[in-house]
């Protein structure tokens, strides 16, 4: 494939921007299209990649995203990891693809799949033991739980690939706590880690959700990225080096983290800053967290416990970037910005 069609979702967002820095810059001679929302938006992409062909739509577009996935070579799917429709849409699409023409589908979940024990027991700031790893327990990451987060889209993607398994090429890049400074045309910011920071900020003082024991495991965005770009590049060559379809799940990670580690940390930073008048952090309950979050027992009480060895494996992908807790010094100083108290 000389110079493939490539049509990305999200091009605007934190992952998907980030994402087409490494694609672009990587793969200049690829002919480019992104879905954008918004003229404004679309402004913005246009200014950093001026040969890039902007498609007008968002997700609900679903007769655009169909057309472009069928006129496509290869597809990241950057966007929205719980929106059904776009999903269904890029489905429909991949149904226009043979196995003389195929299309190499990448499409981004998350390991909030990986926190379904903790949603079922509604129980948050614990440990819990279960680990999921993407070598020889692949088969477990594609057969989750229909109850577990982004689990209905995966669906979508993964049985788009068992429909012609010739035609429709599947890779599910599933990254945990995301961090870092992304360098996309628009949306530049994470959530997780970012939100908990604004949050303490907010509330004025550290706290912990429960104990504090619960284990995620973490991805620099950067790092992140180089996942993507490696699968694109193995799509060109017609596969590569990496695996597909039933075989074909990348959890991203390098490492894990206590979140009560982090939450301390933070506690500690915004008191080191100025911004808060003590350094420690108080365990909260669930009706305390969910106050001051509505989502904040799942984002930072919950357990997701994932290792990405075939990344790691298959075409030597190597996390390079900082650990979370290195960067909460910048991560407080910039949500202390963005809500003016700086």
């Known amino acids: 494939m000389a110079s493939p069609k490539v049509f990305i979702t999200g091009s605007s967002g934190y992952i998907g921007g980030d994402g087409l820095y490494t694609i672009a810059n990587a793969h200049p001679n690829w002919q480019l299209s992104a879905l954008v929302r918004s003229q404004e938006k679309a402004k913005q992409v246009k200014a950093q990649y001026p040969s890039i062909r902007i498609v007008h739509g968002d997700l609900d577009s679903s007769d655009i995203i169909e057309e472009e996935v069928k006129n496509a070579d290869i597809v990241f799917h950057f966007a929205d990891c ?24 990448i499409h981004t979940s998350g390991t909030g799949i990986l926190t379904v024990e903790d949603q079922r027991a509604k129980s948050y700031g614990i440990e819990r033991p279960k680990e999921y790893n993407d070598w020889e327990g692949v088969s477990e ?33 599933c990254p945990p706590c995301i961090y870092g400074p992304g360098r996309g045309p628009c949306n530049q910011k994470s959530i997780q880690a970012y939100l908990l920071a604004s949050s303490v900020l907010k509330h004025g003082k550290g706290f912990l959700v429960g104990k504090g024991e619960n284990v995620w495991h973490q991805v620099h965005v950067r790092d992140l ?81 994932g290792h990405s060895i075939r990344a790691r494996k298959l075409f030597g992908w190597e996390p390079k970037e900082p650990k979370l807790i290195d960067l909460i010094p910048e991560i407080v100083s910039l949500e202390a910005k963005d809500l003016g108290l700086k």
């Open 141 to 173: 990451l594609v057969n989750l739980p229909e109850d577990a987060f982004h689990r209905n889209v995966d669906e979508i993607i993964i049985n788009a690939g068992k429909r012609d398994p010739a035609s429709v090429r599947t890779a599910v890049v």
């Open 82 to 105: 719980d929106h059904v429709a776009a999903a269904q849409a890029i489905a429909k699409g991949s149904e226009h693809h043979t196995a003389e023409r195929p299309l190499w589908l």
């Open 225 to 305: 990225s180089n996942v993507y770009e490696a699968l694109g590049a193995a799509a060109a060559e017609g596969g590569g080096k990496a695996t597909w379809n039933n075989e074909g799940y990348y959890l991203a990670e390098n490492g894990s983290f206590v979140w009560g580690d982090i939450q301390r940390k933070v506690a500690e930073e915004a008191f080191a800053q100025g911004f808060i008048k003590s350094p420690e952090a108080k365990s909260l309950n669930d009706v305390q967290i969910t106050e001051i979050l509505s989502v904040g027992l799942y984002a930072w009480g919950s357990n997701s416990r």
